[in-house]
């Protein structure tokens, strides 16, 4: 495993991040993984030498930070793993269950402490930019959070670049504790991060973690997975052309190099320069495997053209899209020699 600063804080991550938005209770979504079953994939992770752990009050509407926390605290160490969790979505009921508001935060903190079984998390994030409550709440809030030691971190989640930007002269101005880690999407089908919001993050010292490095299943080469079938916001972040040629690229380079398509699409992501941490959501032991392989497999040249040659711009994914993103289309594929039968170019 590989170890890593994120951001400009003192704080020692693996670059490998087990996402658990998949354990829990299957009441909230029929792929989730239960206790039983998510414990070998927890057990896995750290063997292999995982130290950072992703959650949220979110997940399973707080079930997923009850199964992750009871199986921490029965096979781990705490003080030796860094948890993470996000606050924002709804969760329980009434008007004030959601948001960043001072209520909604300090509220959720503690619940998430309890159902993790935990004194602390080690980063506290927003799970996205909340248009409808003052920044200076916000993050008043946030800064009370770790002054309390609830929290020894903090960071943030999904939002326009101009947004974060706001956070930080917030925290400047009223001598806040800073957000050290942003976790934004990124893969081979997504890359709209890198023209603003990567280069502000390294400008400004923050880590950067990565999620859906697999396009939320497409760029593993299962289109009929459970979660494929069932999950809404696959179809509306992926369901365009171009995402699909992407995905072909990622299966041709695979059988190029004779790995997973999976694998393919990982060490793009962890070859990035931008890319502190990737996280892994797996339904099974070899899925964590290949994530670890990724680290060390090879994308050379024609590879990397093969991979990235469909990619065209397209609407950002955050909160505030959904529902009105535009399809795009693709660029033609390079052709050698003047051979214009050929569909891609070589990547032996």
Not at 60 to 74: D, F, K, L, P, Y
Not at 161 to 182: D, H, S, Y
Not at 223 to 240: G, I
Request: hydrophobic share 40%; proline share 4%; aromatic share 8%.
């Amino acid at each position: 495993m590989e170890y890593i600063k994120l951001g400009q804080s003192g704080l020692t991550v693996s670059r490998l991040c087990l996402g658990t938005m998949n354990m829990g209770s299957k009441a909230w979504k029929p792929w989730i993984f239960d206790e039983a079953q998510s414990e070998p994939l927890i057990r896995h992770a750290l063997d292999a030498g995982i130290n950072f752990i992703d959650l949220a009050d979110f997940y399973s509407s707080g079930a997923g930070e009850e199964v992750v926390g009871r199986v921490i605290n029965r096979i781990a160490c705490r003080d030796e793993l860094v948890l993470a969790t996000k606050v924002g979505y709804p969760i329980g009921g009434g008007h004030n269950n959601q948001g960043h508001s001072r209520k909604h935060i300090m509220d959720s903190i503690d619940g998430s402490l309890k159902r993790m079984g935990t004194d602390y998390v080690d980063i506290y994030m927003l799970h996205y930019f909340d248009v409808t409550t003052p920044v200076e709440e916000t993050w008043a809030a946030m800064n009370d959070i770790v002054r309390s030691g609830k929290a020894r971190y903090v960071g943030v989640s999904t939002m326009y670049t101009w947004q974060l930007a706001k956070i930080l002269w917030c925290c400047e101005r009223n001598g806040f504790v800073k957000p050290i880690n942003m976790q934004l999407q990124l893969n081979l089908a997504y890359r709209e991060e890198e023209r603003e919001m990567i280069p502000f993050c390294r400008d400004q010292g923050l880590g950067v973690s990565v999620f859906s490095p697999l396009a939320r299943g497409l760029l593993s080469g299962d289109l009929h997975s459970v979660r494929n079938k069932t999950d809404f916001f696959t179809h509306e972040m992926y369901a365009d052309a171009t995402s699909l040629h992407i995905a072909e690229s990622v299966d041709r380079v695979a059988q190029q190099l004779g790995v997973p398509p999976a694998q393919v699409a990982q060490a793009w992501v962890l070859r990035h320069p931008g890319v502190d941490a990737m996280l892994v959501g797996a339904d099974s032991p070899a899925q964590i495997d290949s994530a670890i392989a990724a680290m060390s497999t090879p994308l050379d040249e024609d590879a990397l053209y093969e991979l990235e040659r469909n990619y065209t711009p397209c609407d950002v994914i955050n909160d505030y899209t959904a529902g009105k993103r535009m399809s795009r289309e693709s660029r033609p594929p390079r052709t050698l020699s003047g051979a214009a039968n050929d569909e891609t170019r070589s990547i032996a």
